[in-house]
């Protein structure tokens, strides 16, 4: 001892040194907490040093002589350490810091880790932090374990996993590249089973076939308080061991935060039973994101999943001007709780646009089409031998672009161009930009990575080339692009057109009379890519170009990316199958009614919100008209207005609202819903008899006709809250029994009405709480619906997705879930209308009668429980979302013919769920939304 500190004999633990015992007699004491020991390190690479707590005292003894005698480490790892022994004599094991000398250099590279052995098994201990003269390694832990050695990766050890989509092959080039393929060939269901099947052609020579499981949006459901998580976990194992698969990686990012502990313990479970068998558990995470000095990892427990599983994939930050800060931040952290050897850093093949806070994403040949995209400088009638000026609008400087260049700050080719909502900047992602990501790999001495899609659509046999050195290598040359591929070329189908290195070209149609195509290719700095303009020529100038939609300059581009195509991702297949559903019976109407006609000919299109009747709706009213919107959806409950038996109806606010509808000049659809207790029962649904409603709304209808608009017969009835207490397949027909009896009550009374089919709630659960709205349509069409509806009823409530987003693309709130399904999503309408058009009604009209975006900010404090994605939408993006929404269905889905914002005035108290969804504050204070409503043209 030497004052208040600890230091080592010299040579007594040099190298070689005679005589040393297994457990060398030695006690280390440090007095207080931060005092730092003198390393002898310098003088013997095998010297170390320990900063203890006070009053603890530790035996040491080296149980190796050097690296080269340590136990057999997992395949991958070296030693550059020999083992040490520790054994706590006196106080408690607390935290130590751990200074150990090296007596083989870390390769450049790589980043040295502690090991602990015992019983014959290696288990990472903590990242160590190498020492400037390269000689030792130094690390906190939070107890000492029982022995300590460094360890580094062993050259050539790098990983390579990429995903295939679950349907399309394998890009042939990525086989060469990949150590791990993972087909996403199976989705999890809310009961816990699995739905998919593998598929064969894949040779797996050179890399090992461990399939992806998705959540497929029923995580929740899983592994929430009633959760299924037990058979889950027997269902994935089975799965593995009855299929002789390598292992197993999951993907459920779309997991609430509330699941947290429940996921941890079914990833330990799981991961122990497949080691049991040699086989492996990876499991993907979204990029951990800093509030402060903390971290937020949601439901993902990074140090009990590191523990647990062979691969930790970290999704990456998609807005490329954040990216090389973000990560870096992100796995520091990530590598301070998990074996740097197991994560794995995801990176994506396609290219990012960003537009004020939005970011999207789609392939690179969409992008570099989205840069050569072909426009007329002005309006021109093309006839042979005109000449016409051809402009890039999104590369020309003249009208406020940038032209391609390399981003220094997010080391990719880009281009930035003015839309109609500012500016964009798109990155191009290509075999160079992802080369400079890969530099992070090397930083944090990660296992390798994992890429976003190994499919054949995916992109450039450039990157995967670039992949393979890396995996061979562990690193790969960093260059900038060559400047030269950028140059625009302009050709024409006559060989009059041959440009070079301008963004407009001046040109004459050939005289030929004949179609002529005109095509302008750019490049990324690796391949090159482009777009082309069709001209059709006319004997008279009464045409301009036809083709592919022209753009003006300065407007946003035509271009949609594949991501978006109208290629739509299967329906998940219900727990139940479809079962043919008896005729149910029901009290006989005592004098039939014609079937009456639907309404010829639904004029215009309805903008509307949902107008709570209860609060001043009055007022209400005023505000609706003053946003320009001439509908108002009222939600009419039967119970309420006929609870004294039947006939006996209170008139009173509902004829308050249709006169005060009247006198504003606005449309009223009643939404009736709830059963009064006399009408109670099961043989048509919660109704004991489905006259009683039609007869409910027959007497509505008839003394509003003409008055009222439209009439919406029930509401999100596929669940079971909404429903009577549970639902199944075969009640969808017991609703078209009860909407048939309303449509023919509704067009005796008034046969202007427009009859709306009650809209089932968006949801791909299968189960007696809810049954999937895309199944349930099909189901209603099995049952009559088409003949039975004026206009269908669809809801698109939607989560934290901006509406131009859809399944497998992600342009905000990326690592905060709700992606999985197409059930989150805006677009989720198309799919119903699919099933409308299988059943030969695609030519009916969609009504939207709920749809909206929720926002806490300046209404609630925190999201109502089961509404966390409430937090995730700030105002500003309630307002962009709900107008880009009108603006979507009114240019690309003319089967919408009206839309009802949810909602204008159900802002009851703070805590309420509802209160996010409107438009106005409690306090009747206009939202952003309210305001961008009402300047939206219409």
């Known amino acids: 001892m030497r004052g208040d500190r600890t230091m080592f004999s010299k040579g007594l633990w040099r190298k070689g040194t005679p005589g040393l015992s297994l457990f060398v007699g030695l006690t280390v004491v440090a007095l207080a907490v931060g005092l730092l020991l003198p390393g002898c390190s310098k003088k013997s690479g095998s010297e170390m040093a320990l900063q203890l707590a006070s009053g603890q005292k530790v035996q040491i003894a080296k149980k190796s002589k050097s690296h080269e005698d340590v136990p057999a480490l997992p395949a991958g790892l070296m030693a550059v350490s020999p083992l040490y022994g520790f054994t706590i ?10 200074t150990l000398g090296l007596t083989a250099p870390v390769s450049p590279g790589s980043l040295p880790d502690l090991y602990s052995y015992k019983d014959g098994t290696w288990r990472w201990a903590a990242s160590g932090a190498l020492s400037e003269d390269a000689r030792s390694v130094s690390a906190e832990l939070a107890s000492l374990p029982p022995t300590l050695a460094v360890v580094q990766a062993a050259p050539g050890a790098m990983k390579v996993a990429g995903w295939m989509p679950q349907k399309g092959g394998l890009e042939p080039e990525a086989a060469k590249a990949l150590t791990t393929l993972n087909p996403r060939w199976y989705t999890a269901k ?29 995580s929740d459901a899983i592994f929430g308080p009633d959760g299924v998580q037990e058979k889950h976990l027997n269902v994935v194992f089975s799965l593995v061991i009855d299929n ?24 330990s479970s799981l991961a122990k039973q497949l080691h049991g068998f040699g086989r492996v558990l990876t499991i993907s995470v979204p990029l951990p994101r800093k509030a402060g000095d903390q971290w937020d990892t949601g439901a993902f427990d990074m140090a009990a999943l590191g523990d647990a599983a062979d691969a930790i994939k970290v999704t990456a930050e998609v807005d490329q001007s954040l990216y090389a800060q973000r990560m870096a931040e992100a796995l520091a952290y990530v590598t301070s ?72 700050s997010a080391n990719a080719v880009a281009f930035t161009f003015r839309g109609q909502d500012g500016e964009h900047i798109v990155w191009l992602e290509n075999a160079l930009s992802i080369a400079y990501k890969l530099r992070l790999v090397q930083q944090f001495g990660l296992g390798g990575i994992a890429v976003d899609n190994a499919g054949r659509e995916a992109g450039s046999g450039a990157v995967w080339q670039m992949l393979q050195e890396f995996r061979q290598k562990g690193s790969v040359g960093l260059s900038k692009p060559n400047k030269d591929q950028f140059t625009a070329e302009w050709k024409s189908c006559d060989g009059g057109l041959a440009a070079k290195g301008v963004a407009w070209v001046n040109w004459s149609v050939p005289k030929t009379g004949q179609p002529c195509e005109v095509t302008l290719s750019i490049g990324d700095g690796v391949i090159r890519g482009g777009s082309s303009l069709s001209v059709v020529q006319v004997a008279t100038p009464t045409a301009t170009a036809t083709g592919t939609p022209t753009p003006k300059p300065t407007a946003t581009p035509t271009l949609t990316p594949a991501a978006t195509a109208t290629k739509t991702p299967s329906t998940p297949t219900p727990t139940e199958a479809p079962q043919a559903t008896p005729t149910p019976t029901t009290v006989p109407t005592p004098t039939p009614t014609p079937t009456p006609k639907p309404v010829a000919g639904i004029p215009g299109f309805a903008y509307g919100m949902a107008v709570y009747a209860g609060s001043d709706y009055q007022r209400a009213f005023d505000l609706l008209r003053g946003a320009g919107f001439g509908w108002a959806r009222v939600q009419i409950r039967w119970e309420e207005y006929e609870s004294g038996g039947p006939g006996q109806i209170n008139w009173g606010v509902m004829d308050g609202v249709v006169a005060n509808a009247q006198a504003k000049g606005a449309k009223v659809m009643f939404s009736v819903v709830g059963v009064p207790g006399w009408a109670r029962g099961s043989a048509c649904g919660p109704i004991g008899d489905c006259q009683s409603l039609a007869n409910f709304l ?3 209808a008839a003394r509003y006709a003409g008055k009222v608009g439209a009439y919406e017969v029930w509401n999100e009835q596929n669940l079971a ?14 609703y078209v029994e009860m909407l048939k009896r309303s449509y023919q009550a509704i067009k005796a009374a008034d046969p202007s009405a427009i009859v709306v089919s009650g809209a089932p709630t968006p949801t791909g659960i299968n189960n007696s709480e809810a049954i999937d709205d895309v199944y349930y349509v099909q189901l209603m069409y099995e049952a009559g ?33 709700f992606k999985g399904h197409p059930s989150f999503y805006f677009k989720r309408f198309t799919q119903i209308q699919e099933k409308m058009a299988a059943f030969g ?41 709900l107008t880009r929404a009108f603006e979507m269905v009114k240019t690309s889905y003319p089967y919408v013919k009206g839309a009802f914002v949810w909602n204008l005035n159900y802002n009851l108290a703070p805590t309420d769920e509802i209160t996010a969804w409107s438009v106005l504050r409690p306090d009747w204070s206009q939202r952003p939304s309210y305001q961008a409503l009402a300047a939206m043209p219409k």
Request: charged residues 20%; negative net charge; proline residues 7%.
């Open 841 to 881: 009604d695609a030519g009916k009209p969609i009504w939207f009668t709920e749809f909206g975006w929720p926002s806490i900010e300046n209404v609630a404090l925190a999201p109502a429980p089961g509404w966390e994605y409430a937090g995730h939408n700030s105002e500003a993006d309630q307002a962009a979302y």
């Open 89 to 98: 004599s006196e106080g408690k094991n607390s935290a130590v810091r751990i």
């Open 785 to 817: 619906l088409k003949q039975w509806s004026d206009v269908i009823g669809v809801h698109a409530n939607i989560t934290n997705n901006p509406p131009d987003d859809w399944v497998g693309q992600c342009s905000k709130n990326c690592d905060k879930g």
């Open 337 to 408: 709780k998990v074996e740097r050897q197991k994560v794995q850093l995801v990176v994506s093949t396609e290219s990012h646009e960003k537009a004020g806070q939005r970011v999207r994403s789609y392939p690179l040949s969409s992008a570099l089409a989205l840069a050569s995209t072909i426009s007329t400088k002005e309006p021109t009638k093309l006839a042979p031998g005109d000449a016409v000026t051809l402009i890039a609008p999104n590369i020309l400087t003249d009208a406020g672009a940038s032209g391609l260049y390399w981003d220094d």
């Open 698 to 700: 027959g007497a509505v």
């Open 721 to 734: 809250r909404e429903w009577g207490g549970s639902v199944s397949p075969g009640e969808a027909a017991k």
């Open 244 to 267: 002789g698969l390598p292992g197993i990686d999951l993907d459920y990012r779309g997991l609430a935060p509330a699941y947290r502990d429940a996921f941890s313990q079914f990833a």
């Open 190 to 218: 809310p009961d816990g089973t699995v739905e998919g099947a593998a598929a064969g052609g894949l040779d797996s020579a050179s890399y090992k076939i461990v399939p992806t499981v998705q959540d497929g949006g029923a």
